[in-house]
């Protein structure tokens, strides 16, 4: 289901008639569904069941932003480990009461993966740990929104294929949608901010 509504979309795009209201919620089901894979994001909170890797001091799952960590099982062992969400939405190793097995600034100092507690690693092995976790947004924050509607603009504009345009000496490139206007809207939704690619 989308957030952004053909009403919004219109009222953005200033169409007052209905010729567009069949293709328009292709636009918009085409960003959001572009833009929420590039951020890692899920514009709408749900229920989520994906395995990850182990190898390293956390579990980093694919859709952000997580609001809830129901279970993590070993998918070898079949045993349930006890973990943790920390505040940026990585799972960590916890003990038998729920703290951590290894200290925030651990994670946040830099210190190398080679000093950090054996105990607090999570086991080698790719998609060895199935999570249960709860991510997306439960209200789509405005700037999200306004990055969604700016994007559906600019694949409404070029919908007859046109490659660029010019006004006035100002040329556009309308095949680039993720121009770095909206990806300064964006930026701060991004799971790359996370993992400290972006």
Excluded at 6 to 29: C, M, R
Excluded at 61 to 68: A, F, G, S
Excluded at 149 to 156: F, P, S
Aim: with cysteine; charged share 15%; net charge positive.
């Amino acid at each position: 289901m989308s957030v952004i509504t053909l009403a919004q979309a219109k009222e953005h795009l200033q169409i007052a008639h209905t010729a567009q209201d069949n293709v328009l919620p292709l636009y918009i089901d085409g960003v959001e569904s572009f833009l929420a894979a590039h951020l890692g994001v899920g514009f709408a909170s749900a229920v989520r069941t994906e395995r990850l890797d182990g190898g390293s001091g956390f579990l980093l799952p694919n859709v952000r932003p997580v609001t809830v960590l129901t279970s993590v099982t070993d998918k070898i062992s079949a045993q349930v480990i006890p973990a943790v969400l920390m505040g940026d939405g990585r799972f960590v190793r916890a003990d038998a009461t729920g703290n951590p097995l290894m200290r925030s600034e651990f994670y946040e100092s830099g210190i190398g993966s080679g000093d950090w507690p054996q105990a607090a690693l999570w086991t080698p092995g790719l998609r060895r740990f199935e999570c249960v976790y709860t991510a997306g947004h439960a209200a789509l924050p405005p700037m999200l929104k306004l990055a969604i509607l700016t994007l559906v603009g600019r694949a409404y504009q070029a919908r007859a294929g046109e490659a660029g345009a010019n006004a006035g000496g100002a040329s556009v490139n309308f095949g680039e949608f993720l121009r770095s206007d909206v990806m300064q809207m964006v930026k701060p939704f991004s799971r790359r901010r996370v993992i400290g690619i972006g």
